[in-house]
């Protein structure tokens, strides 16, 4: 480790794992209510697991950006961080913050959760991935504009690069974007309209930017290729993002009561979005390729080349396959949407936090890379799941198409409940590969344990 | 990608093509806001349809539903309910839930107040009437 401050993002990485699993966890719970209805009701309802399990994943990789900015921006800068004391303080009221909502979710009904929390006040919650309470929501704006306070003044008293500044950038519009979920109009029209600038802009947006920075900076140091070159490729590739992303937001609006002029706005531009992660997957093996050293973390160059090839299918192939407005008209809303939502969040979002962490913690804790067998375990996890996450987005793709032929498309459509009935058995398909997935994770954590001869050599 | 292609140049074209492209959004969104009234049945916006959005905000009926395909897909779209089912229909079935059938996907029960439950079918009439350029592509959702 260059620099001491750099270890703060040990606690957000842990943190950040330890939220996965849980996510995981209901996501298990909500796969088996699928087929069997009535399972942990009404302990548990679907709409509670699901909240639970969506706002675990934002939590675990909000907690992954934040640490892996606080390792890469001290390095990038190569100063200090401006203030660490200020990154544990933030780590702690995030964490506490986060654990009570979960709480909240688990342990009143949400109509009182609502009451308690001053709902009343300004109603914010009860929309899809912000259901957290007023309070909650303030917190995260604190919480996010301290963080960019003591990374951008860490920036400012160091080193510009590019890949700090697009990482800036990328946090930057994170927390802009978030403002957008205090906007509830009344109109549904309209909030749905401003919704997806919470939702999409980030994912097809400023995320992307923070996405191309660490998988950059990984790159770096694994290959140690030129940094003019993997600097300039991360221009380009942003540029893409942004050029197609902004307006393929229009992919949203074909049927929510907006012009009807969105229907080619949105498939033109969109259409274009798997372009940048193309890119990126080119990119990516090129500079692997092209490497100058051959460094002994082996793992974090697996996760890296993974995060580039599955963020591409996930956002890109399964984006583009439901992304035309005569397509969507059928698949709106269907498994085939939840298919690309899992494939994509996993490729691109999590996987870049589960290498950053891969490059990143054997270096806080002492050592260039982790021992063989604890690589090989880690890889394995990387497998696991990985290729069970392939497994669970093909069956609910078949599982969407037939829902679409039996619902949507047949001369005799049938209604969703009974359709749902029909297509069971990719449901329970999904629920097996899901508890693969269960395995890999626990195999990834237990990689943390495996000792053996650590590796010394080159950072 | 070496040569006369900088890094100043992509750096250039990126500030230049993301300002371009998001001034371009912002006009196209200026531009829905105007044309959104023809279309986002806002002359219907009653009070009780207000009232009906908050029921199911405060519910997150989005959990388990969609609602003009936005939402969960663990049950069936709300958006055009109305017209599939009417509203002593929709009052009935929330009145009657959970069903209990076993290993039936399930309900919770609200306990909406009469008036409750006429906001909630006024918030269904008034989601039903958007223009949505013809979606969904029939009545089941
Ligand atoms: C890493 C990037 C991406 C992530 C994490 C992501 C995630 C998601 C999620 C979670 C949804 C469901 C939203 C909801 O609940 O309503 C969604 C919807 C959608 N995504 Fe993506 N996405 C990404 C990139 C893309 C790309 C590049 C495209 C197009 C090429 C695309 C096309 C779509 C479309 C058309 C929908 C709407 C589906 C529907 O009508 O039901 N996505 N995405
Ligand atoms: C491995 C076991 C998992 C299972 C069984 C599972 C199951 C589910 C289920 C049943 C839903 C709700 C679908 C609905 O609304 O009807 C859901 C939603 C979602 N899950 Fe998972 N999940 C798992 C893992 C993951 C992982 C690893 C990620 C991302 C890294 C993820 C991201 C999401 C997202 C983004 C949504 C919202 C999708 C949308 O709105 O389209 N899940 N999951
Ligand atoms: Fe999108």
Redesign the interface.
């Given at each position: 480790m260059q620099y001491k401050s750099q270890a703060v993002a040990k606690l957000y990485f842990m943190a950040a794992i330890g939220l996965f699993a849980g996510q995981v966890l209901f996501g298990l719970i909500m796969g088996l209510q699928y087929v069997v209805g009535d399972f942990l009701f009404p302990a548990i309802p679907f709409n509670v697991a699901r909240m639970v399990h969506t706002n675990l994943l934002i939590v675990w990789l909000l907690f992954g950006f934040m640490g892996g900015a606080y390792y890469l921006v001290p390095e990038e800068s190569e100063t200090e961080l401006f203030s660490p004391k200020l990154a544990v303080a933030l780590f702690w009221i995030f964490l506490i913050a986060g654990a009570l909502t979960i709480v909240g979710y688990l342990a009143v009904p949400y109509a009182t959760l609502a009451q308690m929390t001053g709902n009343d006040l300004l109603e914010t919650m009860g929309r899809e991935f912000l259901e957290q309470p007023l309070p909650t929501k303030l917190g995260i704006v604190v919480v996010a504009l301290a963080f960019l306070f003591n990374i951008t003044m860490t920036v400012l008293k160091g080193k510009k690069t590019a890949i700090s500044m697009v990482l800036l950038l990328g946090l930057w519009g994170l927390a802009i974007f978030f403002l957008f979920s205090f906007y509830n109009p009344s109109n549904l029209v309209k909030d749905k309209f401003y919704w997806w600038w919470v939702v999409h802009l980030w994912v097809e947006g400023v995320w992307e930017l923070i996405l191309g920075s660490l998988l950059a900076f990984v790159l770096i140091k694994v290959t140690g290729v030129d940094r003019e070159v993997i600097e300039k490729w991360l221009y380009v590739i942003v540029t893409l993002t942004l050029v197609t992303g902004i307006i393929g937001t229009g992919h949203h609006y074909y049927w929510i009561g907006a012009p009807e002029y969105w229907q080619w706005w949105g498939s033109v531009f969109s259409a274009l979005e798997p372009i940048p992660f193309f890119a990126m997957t080119v990119f990516a093996f090129n500079m692997v390729n092209r490497r100058r050293r051959e460094h002994p973390n082996q793992a974090a160059t697996l996760w890296a080349l993974g995060t580039a090839v599955m963020s591409f299918l996930g956002a890109g192939v399964w984006g583009f396959l439901h992304t035309l407005a005569p397509v969507n008209y059928y698949t709106h809303g269907t498994q085939v949407t939840a298919a690309h939502g899992h494939m994509a969040f996993y490729g691109a979002y999590a996987m870049v936090v589960l290498t950053i962490i891969s490059y990143a913690m054997p270096i806080m804790r002492g050592r260039a890379a982790n021992s063989n067998r604890a690589q090989v375990v880690e890889m394995w996890s990387f497998w696991l799941m990985t290729v069970s996450m392939v497994f669970i987005t093909l069956f609910l793709t078949a599982a969407g198409i037939l829902q679409v032929w039996l619902q949507r498309f047949s001369s005799t459509p049938i209604p969703f409940m009974q359709a749902q009935e029909q297509i069971s058995l990719f449901y329970w398909l999904r629920e097996g590969t899901g508890v693969l997935f269960l395995v890999g994770l626990v195999l990834y954590i237990v990689s943390f344990f495996v000792s053996g001869r650590e590796k010394t050599s080159a950072a | 990608?070496?040569g006369t292609?900088?890094?100043s140049m992509?750096?250039n074209?990126?500030y230049g093509?993301?300002v371009f492209?998001?001034l371009?959004?912002l006009a196209?969104?200026f531009?829905?806001n105007s044309?959104?009234p023809a279309?986002?049945?806002?002359a219907n916006?009653t009070p009780s349809?207000?009232a009906g959005?908050?029921i199911?905000?405060?519910?997150?009926?989005?959990?388990?539903h969609?609602?003009?395909?936005?939402?969960?897909?663990?049950?069936?779209?709300l958006g055009n309910v109305y017209k599939r089912r009417g509203g002593d229909f929709i009052k009935a079935w929330i009145k009657s839930q959970?069903t209990?059938?076993?290993?039936?996907?399930?309900m919770?029960q609200?306990n909406l107040s009469d008036k409750e439950l006429d906001d909630i079918v006024a918030f269904l009439k008034?989601?039903s009437e958007?223009?949505?350029?013809k979606?969904?592509?029939?009545?089941?959702?």
């Open positions: - | 990608m070496s292609f900088t890094k992509a750096r074209i990126f093509g993301t492209f998001f371009l959004f196209l969104a531009d829905t044309a959104l279309r986002d049945n806002r916006l349809v207000i959005k908050k199911w905000e405060t519910r997150n009926c989005i959990g388990c969609t609602l003009l395909g936005e939402g969960a897909y663990f049950a069936p779209e959970p209990g059938a076993p290993g039936r996907r399930q919770p609200f008034y989601t958007i223009n949505t350029a979606w969904p592509p029939n009545i089941e959702g």
